[in-house]
C-alpha cells in the first residue's frame, strides 16, 4: 500500500475522539517548507487525517538543555529559524500559532520529578514549524515546546513519554520531531540510501512494531550501528518520546518511509485507537 493510500485508510479510521493520537515525524531539511516534496504532501495529507486537537505539545529535536527539561510558556510562540545558508524565502517564513501558557504550566507540574522549568524565551523552532504548516496550516490551534535533556540516557526520553500521555485523554496531540536515521556528516545528495542507514530504519520500525521499547533505548546493544545513524541522538530522542507516550491500546501506522539524501530517514509514525 502506497503513503497515500495508507493516509487515506487513516483518514477513514480516525474519528474524533477525547484520546488524541501521538506522532512523529521524520522532517528532515528545512527547505521541506518550501518545496512541494513527497514528505511536505505527506504532511498534509497527516494533518488531513488526524482530529483537530486543542493543543499541540511539540518535542523537536532543536531545542536540546541539559539538566533540565524546559517548558515554552509564551503566549505567542515566536518562529524560530534555527538554521544557516537557506534561500531567504525560508527565513520569511512565519508560524504565529497562539501558544498555551495555562497548559504548558500544567506540563512543567507534570514533569517535575524530570527537573521541568518554565520558559518564556524559545519559541518555535524548525523541527516544529516546518511540519506544522502542513499540518495545520491556518496556524490557529495553541501549540508549544518541550525542550530535551541532552545529559540524560535514552530510557529517561521514554519516561518523559509516559509521563506525558495522560494529556491524550485531555484534547492535547503529541507530536515528536527528528528523524529515525540522522546522519550529516554521510550525506548525498542524490545518492542512494546507505546500508547502515537502512539497517538501522528497519531495526527500528521491526522493534517499534515488536513494542519492544527496552531494545529501542538499548544504546550499549545497539553499538557501533546507533554510532553511525545518529553521531549525536537529538533526532532520536523524539522518537523515543511519541514510543513512550503509546500504550497496548494503541495501533501503529507508519508514513513517509524514505530514506533521504543517503543517510536521513524521513520516517514517520503514529499510535492511535
Known sequence: MSTRQSLNALRDRLRPSDRMPVVFVGHGSPMNALEDTEYSRGWTALGRALPRP????????????????????????????????FPEALYAENYPAPGDPALAREVVSLLASH?????????????????LK??????DVPVFQVSID?????????EIG?????????????IGSGNVVHNLRTVQFGGRPQDFAIEFDKMFAD???DRDLAALADGKAMGSLLRMAHPSVDHYLPALTIAGASDARDTLTFTNDAIDLGSI?????????
Open 54 to 85: 486543542q493543543a499541540i505539545l511539540v518535542v523537536s529535536a532543536h531545542w536540546m538543555t541539559r539538566g533540565t527539561t524546559l517548558v515554552d510558556v509564551s503566549a505567542m510562540p515566536r518562529t524560530i529559524h534555527d538554521f544557516y545558508g
Open 115 to 131: 527537573h521541568a522549568e518554565e520558559d518564556d524565551t524559545w519559541g518555535l523552532d524548525h523541527g516544529a514549524w516546518t511540519v
Open 207 to 209: 522493534r517499534l512494531q
Open 162 to 174: 509516559r509521563s506525558l500521555a495522560s494529556l491524550r485523554d485531555r484534547g492535547v496531540l503529541i
Open 150 to 158: 541532552m545529559s540524560r540516557g535514552l530510557d529517561y526520553q521514554l
Open 265 to 273: 530517514s524521513m520516517r514517520s509514525f503514529l499510535f492511535h485507537a
Open 134 to 139: 502542513f499540518l495545520y496550516p491556518e496556524a
